[in-house]
């Protein structure tokens, strides 16, 4: 790979006919068309917060260095941005007035600065590696240079080494605010759109968990059908189960519960009741089991997390229960002490017994110390496996 410096080009030459799209937030082009600031395996533009951007402008006013850049020169003589994506398009949308900073307290755009200051920016000369190389070469460094600034993510990485017409498309798709779907969507996943985490989650699903080999695997398709396909019937799936939507249902892996239940028809009433029975529940800790608990029909506890009893209450009770058996001089453990064997007037150490809910939990029974019995822990151990 060969690699050039360049320090002649100024922040005026580079925002030459800058085109930024507000839909899509993108930088597009700069250099009067000659420089592509967001290729297919660049990330959306993600500055536009008014801190990262404003930093960018204060920068380049108090003429701090904003770092290298790299270009990379494709066959045609073209340039597109490898890295300095974010820092250019901050750039470009400052110069045409995009964006206020604040100007002696007051915000300002780049019209409404000083003449001095609008030269400052414009003349500001930045510091830009041109490399030339077969597209292996580049993604390979691409990956190794991407140090300064948000650090891709692993989906961003993933599209950049994946680069094609399959993640073109399946940006378009997962990956595009615009799209009238999200809404829908965002109700079972959680993530930003442009960080490409409703990608990341699609391919997720579609693949098993194998997204890496996915996107080899179609890198040069020209179609998404399978993966859209995939990703509608799960949603669908779930948005037809669960009538109302709760917050948990955002962290869920439902491409998993989908690859297990699909199959089976439900009652989406009595699901729904259910839902709502146990999502009101303060001793379901787990709200977000719930949903995996009531399409496995309601048998594994475990995924809810029932509140247990705390300390306090296991050493009252620990304490009557001792008293009076030694009073009767019986075992401190109820199931012991109408036992026949040795164990029927033992009295068991702290330690060596466990709280149980005199009725259990799934049978309407409280966490709290009136339904608290101590147990040795044999007897607790084999009254939990009923
Ligand atoms: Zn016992």
């Known amino acids: 790979m060969k690699t050039e410096l360049h320090t002649e080009w100024t922040v005026k030459d580079i925002c030459e006919g800058f085109i930024y799209n507000e839909l899509e937030g993108k930088g597009l082009y700069g250099m009067n068309g000659k420089l592509t600031i967001q290729p297919e395996y660049q990330r959306n533009y993600i500055y ?10 204060e920068s380049v006013l108090k003429g701090y260095p904003i770092g290298l850049i790299y270009f990379v020169k494709t066959e045609s003589g073209q340039y597109e941005v490898l890295d300095g994506q974010q820092r250019i398009t901050s750039l470009g949308r400052f110069v045409t007035s995009k964006f206020a900073i604040l100007d002696n307290e007051i915000p300002q755009y780049f019209r409404g600065i000083s003449k001095d200051k609008q030269d400052k920016i414009l003349n500001t000369k930045l510091l830009i590696y041109v490399c030339e190389g077969t597209e292996s070469e580049i993604k390979e460094w691409f990956k190794t240079i991407n140090i300064a600034g948000i650090p891709l993510n692993h989906q961003e990485i993933l599209n950049a080494i994946y680069s094609g017409t399959f993640v073109t498309l399946a940006k378009e798709e997962f990956s595009n605010s615009q799209n009238s779907n999200i809404n829908k969507w965002s109700s079972y996943i959680s993530g930003a759109v442009n960080r490409q985490e409703y990608l990341e989650c699609a391919l997720n699903w579609v693949s098993k968990g194998n997204t890496e080999d996915y996107m080899s695997k179609h890198r040069h398709d020209t179609d998404i059908n399978e993966l859209k396909t995939y990703f509608n019937s799960v949603i669908d799936w779930v948005d037809g189960i669960f009538i109302d939507v709760y917050p948990e249902m955002k962290n869920i892996d439902w491409g998993k519960l989908y690859e297990t239940y699909h199959k089976q028809p439900y009652n989406t009433k009595e699901i729904s009741a259910k839902t709502a029975e146990l999502y009101a529940d303060e001793f379901v800790k787990n709200k977000k089991g719930i949903f995996e608990y009531v399409l496995g029909g309601c048998t594994d506890s475990k995924l809810l997390e029932i509140r247990i009893f705390d300390e306090r209450d296991k050493k009252t009770v620990y304490a009557r229960q001792t008293k009076e058996a030694q009073e009767k001089g019986i075992s401190n453990c109820p199931l012991c002490a109408i036992g026949h064997d040795n164990n029927k007037n033992r009295i ?25 019995q101590m147990l040795c822990k044999t007897h607790n151990r084999a009254k939990g496996n009923k």
């Not at 068991?348 to 009136?370: P, Q």
């Open 348 to 372: 068991w150490k702290r330690e060596e017994m466990d709280a149980d809910h005199v009725t259990a939990w799934s049978k309407g029974g409280a966490t709290d110390i009136k339904n608290c």
């Open 48 to 57: 536009a917060d008014g801190k990262k951007d404003v930093a960018v402008i």
